[in-house]
C-alpha cells in the first residue's frame, strides 16, 4: 500500500511512515493510464528523493484530468433519507426500486475544476435551503476499468432542490466545488474490510454540530459491480474516480451554514477537512 499525495510541485508518496517526492512524469493522469497503476507507484517510488512529509496546507486534490461520478441509494439509510425528501414531489418510490434493482443509480459528479482540496471551501447553492455533505469511500479506476485504489469523497448535495423532483438531481449535485477528495489516494491491490468505519463531524463555531458513521460493509453492491456499470457503454480515458454512495445522513431538521466545518475520516487514507464558504 502506498499513499499519493498532491503538492503544487510534486506528487509525495509516503510508504512506512516515510515520504518522497516523485519524479515529475509521474501524475494522476499518467497513474490513471497505466495497465499497472501499483507497479507504476511503485517504480515512481524506487526513483523518489526523501522529503519531509507535506504540510496540511499545501495539498491539492489527488487527481489529475479525471472525471468524478458518484453512486447513489447503495445503502439503507440513503434509500431512506431519498425517499423521505421526495414524498411530496411522488418521487420517493423511485429510490425504493433502485435499491432493489439489478442496475445501480449513477450520475455525474464533477469535472476536476469543480472539485475542492483538502482545507478549501466547499460551497453550498444561494438557491438551496437544505444542504448537506455526503461521506463517500470514492474508488480510483483506471482507464481499462479496474480499481486499484481509494480515497475518501465529499457529495455536497442540495436535498430540497432533488426532493422538489427527482429530475432536478444534476442541479442538486453539480456545481462549483459540490465535491472535495483527498487528502491522499491509497493505491492498493486490496479494497478497504467491511468493517473499516467511515466517520463524519460537522463543527460549527468550534463545536460538534453533527457527527455519525458507518461501515464500508453496509453498502449493498459489490464495489466492483458497481465499476463495472460505470464502464458499460462509457469510456474514461483518463481513468474516474466513483463515489459509492453513504450511510450518514443529517437528521432532516439539519442543513448546512456558511463557517461550517466538515471532517470525514476513512483509514488510512486520513481526514478529509474542508469548510463551507
Known amino acids: ?15 512506512k511512515g516515510s515520504y518522497y517526492a516523485a519524479p515529475t512524469a509521474f501524475t494522476f493522469d499518467a497513474l490513471f493510464t497505466s495497465a499497472h497503476p501499483l507497479t507504476l507507484a511503485r517504480e515512481a517510488l524506487a526513483a523518489a528523493k526523501r522529503v519531509a512529509a507535506p504540510s496540511a496546507g499545501s495539498l491539492l486534490a489527488p487527481l489529475g484530468s479525471q472525471e ?27 429510490y425504493d426500486k ?35 455533505p455526503e461521506p ?11 480499481i486499484f485504489g481509494y480515497t475518501i469523497g465529499n457529495d455536497m448535495s442540495s436535498r430540497d432542490i432533488e426532493g422538489e423532483n427527482p429530475l432536478y438531481l444534476p442541479q442538486a449535485k453539480v456545481y462549483d466545488r459540490s465535491a472535495a477528495l483527498g487528502p491522499c489516494l491509497v493505491v492498493t491491490e486490496k479494497l478497504p474490510p467491511r468493517d473499516a468505519v467511515i466517520a463524519i463531524e460537522i463543527r460549527r463555531r468550534g463545536r460538534k454540530a453533527f457527527a455519525g458513521k458507518t461501515t464500508v460493509g453496509q453498502i449493498k453492491r459489490p464495489l466492483p459491480s458497481l465499476a463495472e456499470w460505470l464502464f458499460r457503454e462509457n ?38 477537512i474542508n469548510p463551507v464558504a
Open 68 to 94: 468524478v461520478w458518484a453512486a447513489g441509494v447503495t445503502y439503507l439509510r440513503s434509500k431512506t433519507a431519498r425517499m423521505e425528501e421526495s414524498k411530496d414531489a411522488g418521487g420517493g418510490t423511485f
Open 98 to 132: 433502485v435499491y432493489d434493482a439489478d442496475r445501480p443509480e449513477l450520475f455525474f459528479k464533477a469535472t476536476p475544476h469543480r472539485v475542492a482540496a483538502p482545507g478549501t471551501p466547499v460551497r453550498i447553492r444561494a438557491d438551496s435551503k437544505w444542504n448537506v
Open 235 to 272: 469510456s474514461f480515458p483518463r481513468g474516474a474516480y466513483l463515489m459509492t454512495g453513504t450511510g450518514t445522513v443529517p437528521p432532516d431538521s439539519f442543513t448546512l451554514r456558511s463557517g461550517d466545518e466538515i471532517r470525514i475520516t476513512l483509514e488510512p487514507v486520513g481526514t478529509l
Open 136 to 146: 463517500e469511500l470514492t474508488l480510483a479506476i483506471s482507464a481499462a476499468g479496474w
Open 1 to 15: 500500500m502506498l499513499r499519493l499525495f498532491s503538492t503544487p510541485t510534486s506528487i509525495v508518496i509516503e510508504s
